[in-house]
């Protein structure tokens, strides 16, 4: 890959955000030079130095009742030497969907001679685990793991730290073209490739989303929600900094990767707030405001890398409702942050109000959060999923 290197980078405490960065080969080749030509500001990756990083990293697949051929496209799209692993929130009646996935799933493996993980949401032994480790917060009060797209990336987490990977990176889906899954994939491996820290994230922009407007395709850059979670943000970082900034450009990156260092680190957030609240995470916890609960993270600096893919993102789009909800929810975790300033706060309630997401003169409620996995006992958890496929596999070191 030949991708531009960050051109800005702002630091806030040990966390430094770097710009977004243009990828201008998907492929450029092997090891040529590997390190930033002298003067240059576009960096040759190897093809072998991504792949080494894929080797260690493990995919996570967030589906919730898609349909089936969306994705064993997505399947295909995650590189060989990555580890898939499928957290469904599928219905089981009346027609039991999550089956339907795992055959799906083990018939893929056959044909490409590897390993996979699939688990459901609702497996009353991963509720066990997580009760047993003492992480109650995803529990409902019934016992059952909570519904949501963070508490599926929750549990793909723990299974890909269980693995012993070094890096996680998500994936949506409900993608129509593979060709981007790998790419973001090979995205992420490249931000990996360039950070110099232990604790780092890839945020992937879209390069564009296809639409039909006036019976034409037309390529859309940035939605509604995206621009105002972004907003927000940004205007978050100004007011510390005292410079008006446009940095963040991926509040809502559903497609991001982290190491499993820092995915160990960070509080989790519920739902669709999660990645809005990843960047007010990072900051409430290492931006220098507060102090830190891991000196070790201050001590290395945690780091941020946006990416710009080439190829269009086409998604089962959501109704009006849904979008609106995650516009909400992503100022909800703005709003109820440790480090939103009063001014700040006062915009959000009136954006809401305008929106009618609120009534005015109403707070919005915190949306639940999850502490940082770094006290879940690992070996506690495995034994509690011992017996599943899975879990043999992980704990014979297969996968
Ligand atoms: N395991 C699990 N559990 N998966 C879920 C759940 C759940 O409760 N709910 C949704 N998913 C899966 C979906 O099947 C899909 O693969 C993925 O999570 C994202 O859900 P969508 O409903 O398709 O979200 P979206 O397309 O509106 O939004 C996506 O893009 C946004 C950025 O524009 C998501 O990735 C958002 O998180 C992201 O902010
Ligand atoms: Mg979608």
Redesign the pocket.
């Known amino acids: 890959m030949r991708i531009e290197m960050p051109r800005e980078i702002e630091r806030f405490g040990a966390v430094r955000l770097g710009g977004l960065q243009k990828v201008f080969e998907l492929d450029s080749g092997l090891k040529k030079n590997p390190s930033p030509e002298q003067g240059s500001a576009i960096q040759q990756i190897p093809y072998e130095a991504l792949y080494e990083i894929e080797k260690e990293m493990a995919i996570v697949v967030p589906v919730r009742n898609e349909r089936l051929k969306l994705v064993e496209g997505v399947l295909c799209g995650i590189p060989h030497q990555c580890l898939t692993i499928v957290v469904s929130n599928s219905p089981r009646a009346p027609v039991d969907r999550f089956s339907m996935e795992k055959d799906a799933l083990e018939n893929f493996c056959q044909f490409v001679d590897k390993h996979a993980i699939i688990a459901h949401q609702k497996d009353p032994l991963l509720a066990r685990a997580f009760d047993e480790v003492k992480y109650k917060s995803i529990l409902t009060s019934r016992g059952e793991i909570r519904d949501g797209k963070a508490e599926g990336m929750i549990i793909g987490t723990v299974l890909a730290w269980l693995a012993g990977k070094k890096y996680i990176g998500f994936v949506?889906s409900?993608n129509y073209f593979p060709g981007s899954v790998e790419e973001y994939v090979r995205e992420y491996a490249a931000g990996f490739f360039m950070s110099r820290s232990r604790y780092s994230m890839v945020r992937i922009v879209w390069h564009s989303k296809p639409k039909i407007a006036e019976s034409k395709l037309f390529f859309r850059k940035w939605g509604r929600t995206s621009s105002n979670t972004n907003r927000f943000l940004n205007k978050l970082l100004s007011h510390y900094h005292g410079f008006e900034t446009e940095l963040i450009k991926t509040g809502n990156a559903g497609e991001h990767a982290m190491t499993i260092d820092l995915a160990r680190v960070l509080d989790y957030s519920a739902g669709y707030s999660i990645e809005p609240y990843h960047i007010i995470n990072l900051i409430e916890k290492f931006g220098g405001i507060n102090e830190s609960p891991f000196p070790e993270v201050m001590r290395e600096g945690a780091e941020v890398y946006q990416i710009e893919s080439r190829n269009p993102h086409l998604?089962?789009?959501?109704d009006e409702d849904h979008i609106k909800d995650m516009s909400y929810v992503a100022m909800q975790v703005i709003y109820h942050s440790s480090v939103c300033p009063e001014e700040l706060k006062k915009e959000i309630l009136k954006e809401m109000a305008h929106h009618r997401y609120l009534p005015r003169g109403e707070r919005p409620p915190r949306p639940n959060r999850f502490p940082a996995l770094a006290s879940i006992n690992a070996e506690a958890f495995l034994e509690e999923v011992e017996s599943t496929e899975y879990g043999r596999l992980i704990g014979e070191g297969r996968l």
């Open positions: 949506d409900d998604h089962d789009s959501g």
